[in-house]
């Protein structure tokens, strides 16, 4: 879809003549602002800051002195990378590492047209190239002041700042509108589980086996080539396994025997997570994958399907993460945390009659359906938005 722009009146400028990085300070603990931001507050590539922290409970340090308000733009200038750019619905305190950006005049730049200006791919691919360092690469305002584009009249940047704020608020919509329906979801299956009737099982027991994944060598150096799963395998809200992206690795056809995937093998994540985020995320396997293995980071279970259907486990093991049983069994050590498996897989579940886990698991099938439908809108909205970005940043 095309917005069919005429740019035949648009002028070239540079972002430092019509935008400021506000100098603005604020003492964080005279009690002015009740909130901070700092890097991990603001999420990539998303405008909307969803979280924040209280200057009251920490002690910031002197880097956090720079004062922002309400519709300023905050852009992350460590890890460019990452693409943060937020924009604030509040006021609040932010380090000086974090540039707070107005328009110097919004008779020539609207400042509801200046985030998209800093979300377009151009203005992330040039603040990427102009950044410093290998370890926490980083951008001085002196740099991203140096990029040009394309800026429309008024009357068009208002136009287009409409379209694009209404796709947003659509997007989040959507995005709050899935997040309820998981959480009806893990609602509802935790009812249905703790209501089940049948005989105790520990999880382990409803294995055939539960084995570590392997590295394995480069491709072409062992026995047998196959997609070895990572932690990006986990990205999104993913149900079944996706070796799309994997890389290919080489192992020997011992190590093949026990651990290229079947379908209704569950994988597990062993360690990974981080203080957001839970460890003991899970993945099934589902029908025609090619030759897949999980890594050392993940434990391949194979259920016995004489005891248990692979879905019933699965659902089971996804929402005790849903619900945070997993953090129970988490150990951290550095920034990862591990979880301790023998003790996870020895807790006992019951185990319904095979008609009850099946009328279980279709239920389930169908509510999960209807996340995936939101998420799906979700990702094309977020699509749309990107492609009109380019339609109005990409050339003339």
């Avoid at 991203?144 to 800026?151: D, G, H, K, S, T």
Wanted: with cysteine; charged share 25%; aromatic share 8%.
């Amino acid at each position: 879809m095309s917005l069919e722009l005429d740019k035949s009146a648009w002028k070239r400028v540079k972002l430092g003549e019509v935008v400021a990085a506000s100098k603005e300070k604020v003492d964080p603990s005279d009690g002015s602002v009740d909130r901070f931001i700092a890097g991990e507050h603001m999420d990539t590539d998303d405008l909307k800051i969803h979280r924040w922290g209280d200057p009251s409970e920490v002690d910031l340090g002197p880097a956090f002195h720079r004062r922002f308000r309400p519709g300023q733009v905050l852009y992350g200038s460590r890890r460019t990378y990452l693409r943060k750019v937020a924009v604030a619905d509040f006021d609040g305190v932010c380090a000086n590492t974090t540039f707070v950006v107005e328009s110097k005049d919004p008779g020539v730049l609207l400042q509801e047209f200046l985030p998209f200006v800093m979300t377009s791919e151009p203005f992330h691919a040039f603040a990427i190239a102009e950044s410093k360092g290998s370890v926490n690469p980083y951008v001085n305002w002196s740099d991203i002041a140096r990029y040009e584009f394309n800026l429309p009249p008024l009357e068009e940047q208002k136009r287009i700042a409409d379209l694009l704020w209404a796709v947003e608020r659509h997007r989040l919509a959507l995005e709050k509108q899935a997040l309820e329906l998981r959480a009806t979801l893990a609602r509802w299956a935790l009812q249905q589980f703790d209501a089940a009737v049948g005989s105790e099982r520990r999880i382990v027991d409803l294995c055939e086996f539960v084995i570590g994944g392997v590295w394995g060598a480069p491709a072409g150096e062992g026995e047998v080539d196959v997609l070895a799963l990572g932690p990006k395998s986990y990205s999104g809200d993913v149900v079944f396994v996706d070796p799309n992206g994997s890389p290919t690795r080489s192992i020997t056809r011992k190590q093949a025997a026990g651990r290229i995937l079947r379908e209704g093998d569950i994988v597990l994540e062993r360690s990974g997570g981080s203080f957001e985020q839970a460890v003991g995320r899970v993945m099934i396997a589902g029908p025609d994958l090619p030759d897949t293995i999980p890594t050392d980071f993940q434990r391949l279970l194979r259920p016995d399907r004489d005891q248990v259907e692979p879905a019933y486990l699965f659902w089971k093991l996804r929402l005790d993460w849903l619900t945070g049983v997993t953090r129970d069994y988490a150990r951290r050590t550095t920034n990862i945390s591990n979880l301790a498996v023998p003790d996870y897989l020895a807790r006992t579940l019951v185990v319904p009659p095979k008609h009850d886990q099946l009328a279980l698991i279709e239920r389930v099938g169908q509510l999960n359906g209807a996340v995936d439908q939101a998420v799906d809108e979700v990702e094309a909205l977020a699509a749309l938005h990107g492609s009109f970005l380019a339609d109005v940043f990409g050339g003339n």
